[in-house]
T-cell receptor, first 113, second 112 residues
Framework: GESVGLHLPTLSVQEGDNSIINCAYSNSASDYFIWYKQESGKGPQFIIDIRSNMDKRQGQRVTVLLNKTVKHLSLQIAATQPGDSAVYFCAESSMEYGNKLVFGAGTILRVKS | GAGVSQSPSNKVTEKGKDVELRCDPISGHTALYWYRQRLGQGLEFLIYFQGNSAPDKSGLPSDRFSAERTGESVSTLTIQRTQQEDSAVYLC??????????FGPGTRLTVL
């Protein structure tokens, strides 16, 4: 099955700053994208999603941007808080592949107080 | 229940034994996923059930791995003749067509 590398990239930000986490996806046919947050010892938690007919979607303190031209997804977190420290995963799916959800490698976000 | 539940939360077994992991999806969710997550790594797709369609088994790493789902309810993931490399957290998620998948807390499997 699909697998990812051993070492996850890390983003360190100061509390109160904005964070931007990036994700490159592989399948140009993907039409649905999700960001998940995973805290230590827990399952992934849904943050925000976006469909391919949109390029931006906002939630509470979070914004997802989708650039289909370069197959790039980003998650912006405003006013980052210590509770935002976690591993963040992007995931993609497509009708063509039967809606199977494929995850990216993940990024560790560390918030410094 | 309110969310996806998985049991057991932790399982320690000896190499060569069979194990069975259980997932109870959110009621009414037609899709169910199993993923494997090794320590410090991302989520590796194993298998996907969608309604009455044939499951997508393309992620199962070997024939020692199998999964079943009864209708749109509980699913079990079975690993036969466990190996130390099978040690990981096994995550289950469920969804309906209009919603993102929601994950359970996972089962941590340790093969000694």
């Amino acid at each position: 099955g699909e697998s990812v590398g051993l070492h996850l990239p890390t983003l360190s930000v100061q509390e109160g700053d904005n964070s931007i986490i990036n994700c490159a996806y592989s399948n140009s046919a993907s039409d649905y994208f999700i960001w998940y947050k995973q805290e230590s010892g827990k399952g992934p938690q849904f943050i925000i999603d976006i469909r391919s007919n949109m390029d931006k979607r906002q939630g509470q303190r979070v914004t997802v941007l989708l650039n289909k031209t370069v197959k790039h997804l980003s998650l912006q977190i405003a006013a980052t808080q210590p509770g935002d420290s976690a591993v963040y995963f992007c995931a993609e799916s497509s009708m063509e592949y039967g809606n199977k959800l494929v995850f990216g490698a993940g990024t560790i976000l560390r918030v410094k107080s | 229940g309110a969310g996806v539940s998985q049991s057991p939360s932790n399982k320690v077994t000896e190499k060569g034994k069979d194990v069975e992991l259980r997932c109870d999806p959110i009621s009414g969710h037609t899709a169910l996923y199993w993923y494997r997550q090794r320590l410090g790594q991302g989520l590796e797709f194993l298998i996907y059930f969608q309604g009455n369609s044939a499951p997508d088994k393309s992620g199962l790493p070997s024939d020692r791995f199998s999964a079943e789902r009864t209708g749109e309810s509980v699913s079990t993931l079975t690993i036969q003749r466990t190996q130390q490399e099978d040690s990981a957290v096994y995550l289950c998620a469920s969804s309906i067509r209009s919603s993102p998948p929601f994950f359970g807390p996972g089962t941590r499997l340790t093969v000694l």
